[in-house]
C-alpha cells in the first residue's frame, strides 16, 4: 500500500498533493487555483447524473449515460486543419454494439487504457452522419482490477468543475479527494449566529458535501453556504467602508433650480431621462454633509460626462471646485474639450484647466498655481492629479472616469486634495447588472444609465469565418477607401501581455506585408512606451489601419472609426468584446464589428451570436452573467467573484439578507474586534481593492 503523505497546511502549494506535478499545477493556477485551500473552496459548479450502465444499443442521442465495454481501438491524433490532439477509441458491450468516443486535448488518455481494457465510460450520447453514436469527451474509468468490474468513479452522480486544457472534470475529483481530510482545518468567517440564524452548513460540512454530495438537496445546501460567505465578506468590507466614509463630513452643495436651467441651455443637445435621473440623483446626495458617493454605471457613449459636467456646475456655484481624473492623456484631452464645450458659455467665471505629466513644467506650475489659488474651477487630468504639490483651496467634487482602471489608494489620495471629504463619483463604461454592481461595489450608491442618446446608427455586428477572413479585409479597405478608420484587435494570449504585444508585432507586420501594403498601419500595445503619440495619430487621422491589443478598450473618441476587427474573439469576454464595439459607431455614419473566431467551442460561438443580437450593454451583461452562473463563461474573469456567487444573484432577496447581516454585525461590533477572522477578511479585501 503506498503511503500518503498529506502536507499538513492549507496554504501548502497544491503540487504538494499526490499526483499533481508542475504542469496541473500550472494549469490549475490559471483557474485561480494555487494553494490546497484554494482547491477545496472552488466547488464544482454543477453535476451531472449518467445514471446506471446502459447497453449501447439502448442508448438514446442526446441524453447522458454510462456505458462499460471493451475497448477494440484507441489511437492518438493530431488534427492538422484545427490544431487540436484527438484521442479516439471504439468500445464494444457484451451485446455487441459499438461506441465511438473522442477524447480533444487530453493525449494522456492514449496512455492510460489500452486495447482490451474494460472500462466505463460517462458522457452525453451524440449521432453523427460519419461515425454513428459517439460521445465526446467522456468520463472514463478502467475497470480491470475492480473488484466487482462495476464502476466506482464513473456513472452516477458526476461533478462539473472549471476546466482549461488538460484538465478534466474527473482528475480534478481525485485531487480535491485526496485534499478532504484537510477540510476540517478551514476557518470559518461566518459569525454562528448568522448561520444559524440562515440555517447555514459549517465551512467544513459545506466544502465536502459540496465536492461530494449524496444527493442535489445536499449540494445545494453547500454551495447557498459558499455563496453566503463570499458575499458576507465583501458586504462586511463595504459596510465598514460606508461607516469610515461617513465619519468625515463633505460640504453640503445646495441645489439651484437657475444652475441645472442655466447648465442645461448651453448644451447642444436634450438631456436623456436616464442622464437626468443621474443628475437628480447625484444633487440629491451633494446636499448632505454625508459625502456622496456614486458610481455611474452607464453603456458606452450613454453621455456620462454631461452628468459629471452638471455636478461640476452645480459645485461651482457654491463656491466649491472640482477635480476630474481619467486613466490616460488622450481620455483627459477629451475631457478637456467636452468639459469645456459644455460648461464655458453657460458659466463665464468658470475656468477649466488641464493637468497632465507630458506639458511642460512652467506650464503645470501655472495650472498648479490656479488650482491654489481657487481661480480655476475644474481642473481635468491624469495621475499627475493626485501628487503632492498639486493643492486646491476648497475641492468639494472629485470625480474619476473609467474608475476601475484606478486603486482605491489612487482614489484616496485624489479625495485627500479635498476640503473635508469631498462628494465623489466614479464613471465605469462596463455595464454590470444591478444585483452584481451592487454585491460588487456595495460602498457605492448606484445610477445606472441604460438608455443611449438619439440618432444613433447601430453598429452591424457579424460573426465571420476564418475562412472569408478576405471580406473583412475587404470591407476595412473599402471604408479607408472612402476616408474611415479601422481597428484590427489581436487575440488575448493567456492573458500576458508581453506575448500579447509579441503577437501583435507580428501581425502588425504581416498586415503591412501581405495585406494592407498600400495602408498607413499603426501598432499599439501595452509594452510601448509612446501609446499616448500612437493615438494621437490615430485620432488625428494619419493611421488608417491601428493593429492593437486589448488596451485600446478604454473610452477614446474616434468618431472617424468604422471597423473594428476581432481576431480570436471567443477568446475575449462578452463585456470586453461590447467595450471594443464602443470604440466604433461613435459617428452618424454606418459602423461594423467584425469577429473571427478560429475554432470556437460550441458556447464560444453562442456567446458571439448573442453579441451580433444585443446592442445593449446591460442585456449583453445579464446574459453573460446568467452563463456564467451556469458555469458557461470563457474566457477571462472580468470580477473578483466566484461563479458560485455569482449564481446566487440571480436570487436577488439572497443579497439583501447578507448585507442586512454584514451591517447588523458592524453594528454591534464596530471594527469587527470580536470577529478577528472576519476583521482580517475584510482587511484583506480593502487592501486588494486598493492595489491596482
Ligand atoms: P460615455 O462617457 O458615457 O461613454 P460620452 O459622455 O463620451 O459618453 O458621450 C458620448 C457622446 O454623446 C458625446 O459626443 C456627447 O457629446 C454625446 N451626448 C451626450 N449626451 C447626449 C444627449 N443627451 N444627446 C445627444 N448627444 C449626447
Ligand atoms: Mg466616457
Redesign the pocket.
Known sequence: MAILVLPRTLDAAVEKLPDIGPTNAKRLEKLGISTIRDLLLALPFGWQSYGEPTPIASLEEGSPATVVGIVKTINPKQSLRRRIKLTEATIVDDSGSSLRLVWFNMPFVAKQLHKGDRIAVAGAVKLSRYSGLNMQNPHYERLDGVEDMQPARVGGMMPKYHLVDGLSSRRIARWVESALPLAGQLEDLLPVEVRERHHLLDVGDAVRRGHKPDNDEEYREARRRMAFAELFELQAAFALMRANIALEPATPIRYRQEVIEGFKAGLG????TA?RKAVWDAYRDMEGTVPMNRLLN?D???????VAAACVAMAHASGLQSVVMAPTEILARQHLR?FRAYLEDSFPGLTVELLVSSQSAPERRRVRASAASGHCALVVGTHALIEDEVGFVNLGLAVVDEQHRFGTRQRELLRAKGLGRPHFLAMT?TPIPRTLALALYGEMTLSTMDQM??GRTPVETEVIDPDNRARAYDLVRKEVAAGRQAFVICPLIDESETLAARSATAEFERLQKDVFTDLKLGLIHGRLKDKEQVMQSFVAGEIQVLVATAVVEV?V?VPNATVMMIEGADRFGLAQLHQFRGRVGRGAAQAWCLLLADDPSEAALNRLSLLTRLGDGFKLAEEDMRMRGMGELMGPRQHGMSDVAMASLQQPELLSEVRQEAERILESDPGFENHPLLKAATARRLELTSIS
Open positions: 443637445f436634450e438631456l436623456t442622464q452607464g458606452v457613449g450613454s453621455g456620462k460626462t454631461a467636452r463604461a442618446p438619439p473610452g473618441d
